[in-house]
């Protein structure tokens, strides 16, 4: 069992835990003492110390837990200026666990191992370790006391007794404050840490000093491309070229992103190498395909939409007549009696950004929820469904789902929530029936009774894509993907109108905001 239930309790009471780096080599003092002699981890080497990391568990590879330990190492080691070199995942078994530990500390400066220390028959990363360097496991006279104050056991072979039965060789190490209660485990370069991702990021915080490095500093940049790596192949391999062995430089394709297609990350211990890759790189870069990271565009809202809006440009005074719009509306309801429909499309999404910005210069303290209607059709889009959920936590709104039709559906939202009595629509006088709307307008008489508010009506498809974009909006990766105008999985489909041939002769597709001819874009609703 991995560590929890009273153990996890003990490691939570008795101070940041102790720490059991796991690794492993099989079977062998004697070999693994030769490879230790020969290989000293502390041997010179390039310049930065190197980190090998032993995550240890079943619960790993069967799929049944996720490991976040080996990421949080990797961050915290780097910020030390240690360079992780190798991640392992290896089973509770003690064999292939000591196997892995003898490598791994004959090849690095350090070796942390997480997970395998508990009472249990499947914690046996003590036994591994010992076993990596031919030594026997032995009670600790510290850990027989620990464990005998915490848990009030004296008997020898009590399951309790397993957390005090350590390799012959440990060390103990109790932070370099002495507030850790109960210490991490150490046997020569390996450091042994709990699995519970808690108690081992705890305990690594508070023995960062063990792995600290003065003489070694990690320096990054990070660079946002607009365009796929086949076009930036040619520069990526001429930067890569001419900063060999000074500076690494990585690509990392995102296909969920909607502003940039790659990023890119320049890494070095030289502040100066970094800084002329880094200008070499933006230069062989084709024009125009470096973008700005923007990662929330809700908290500045308010700023960013009335700077537009006040800007006097052709998309400013569309924005400033909509937001007039939504004022009036504020003015004449409260945020309990109004909503914004929303169903994941481009125009509701320019929309929530817009009355969210509204409503944040208006109420900057407030503590209700912008209250927004999904009226979900039949078939949805997964991604669709995706991408509503991450807006709610993305602007701390309020869901409601109702499903059936417009008129079934505000039926349904008379029923449960009797107190909204005006809906936000991002509805545009292109859409269908919609050309004699006004801004604000009742629903027919047979109808449930709303005041349809309508702050979009004279924007374009291109205006909308426009102040998506310009304000850095997430919006749906559908759009992304040659999908103009969105429905039901059943009745859309890519829009012609966007397709082309690559230069390998593949169909694609480009996204939603090139298309030009704006009559075109439902033509992707069958």
């Known amino acids: 069992m991995r560590a929890r239930g009273s153990f996890a309790a003990w490691c939570g009471a008795a101070g940041p835990m102790w720490a059991p780096l796991r690794g492993a080599l099989r079977a062998g003092g004697a070999v693994a003492s030769r490879l230790m002699a020969a290989a000293s981890p502390t041997a010179a080497r390039s310049s930065a110390a190197t980190a090998g990391i032993i995550v240890i568990g079943d619960e790993i590879l069967k799929g049944h837990t996720q490991d976040t330990n080996s990421f949080f190492m990797c961050q915290r080691l780097r910020a030390l200026g240690v360079k992780v070199a190798r991640i392992s995942v290896v089973p509770d078994e003690v064999d292939a666990i000591a196997a892995e530990v003898a490598a791994f500390a004959a090849r690095f400066t350090y070796v942390l191992t997480s997970g395998g220390i508990g009472p249990t028959h499947d914690d046996v990363t003590f036994e591994a370790v010992a076993r990596a360097f031919g030594e026997s496991v032995a009670p600790h006279p510290e850990l027989v006391a620990l464990v005998r104050e915490f848990f009030g056991a004296t008997e020898a072979r009590c399951p309790e007794m397993k957390l005090a039965r350590v390799p012959e060789s440990s060390r103990l190490n109790y932070g370099a404050d002495g507030t850790f209660k109960y210490p991490l485990v150490s046997v020569r370069n390996v450091y042994i840490f709990p699995g519970i991702p808690a108690l081992m990021e705890r305990a690594l915080d508070g023995l960062n000093h063990l792995f600290r490095s003065e003489r070694t500093r990690f320096y990054s940049r990070t660079v946002y491309v607009a365009a796929d790596e086949l076009l930036i192949a040619p520069a990526l391999d001429q930067t890569d070229a001419a900063f060999q062995g000074r500076v690494s430089l990585g690509s990392y394709p995102d296909w969920a992103s909607n502003y940039y297609r790659v990023k890119l990350t320049l890494d070095s211990e030289s502040e100066q190498d970094l800084e002329e890759a880094h200008g070499f790189l933006l230069e062989k870069l084709p024009p125009g395909v470096v973008v700005p990271l923007v990662t929330d565009c809700v908290s500045p809202a308010a700023v960013e939409v009335y700077g537009l809006a006040e800007s006097g440009s052709a998309l400013g005074q569309k924005v400033a007549a909509a937001l007039r719009t939504i004022e009036e509306a504020l003015d004449r309801y409260s945020l309990a009696q109004l909503c914004v429909g929303f169903n994941g499309g481009k125009d509701c999404t320019a929309l929530l950004h817009l009355v969210h910005a509204a409503v944040q210069r208006r109420y900057p303290a407030r503590q209700e929820k912008l209250q927004v209607l999904y009226i979900r059709i039949v078939s949805p889009f997964p991604e669709m469904e995706q991408f ?139």
């Open 388 to 526: 509503i959920q991450a807006t709610v936590q993305r602007y701390g709104i309020q869901l409601c789902t109702v499903e059936g039709s417009i008129r079934e559906a505000l039926a349904r939202l008379k029923e449960q929530r009797p107190q909204l009595e005006a809906v936000l629509m991002g509805t545009r006088r292109t859409d269908p029936y919609s050309r004699t709307l006004t801004p604000t307008c009742v629903t027919d008489p047979d109808w449930p009774r709303y005041m349809r508010v309508n702050p979009l009506l004279d924007w374009t498809y291109r205006d909308i894509w426009e102040f998506l974009r310009k304000l850095f909006v997430p919006y749906c990766v559908l759009y992304d993907k040659g999908y103009t105008s969105l429905g039901s999985a059943t009745n859309t489909v890519k829009n012609p109108a966007l397709r082309y041939t690559d230069a390998r002769g593949r169909e694609r597709y480009r996204a939603a905001y090139e298309l030009e001819n704006e009559e075109e874009e439902r033509t992707s609703r069958q």
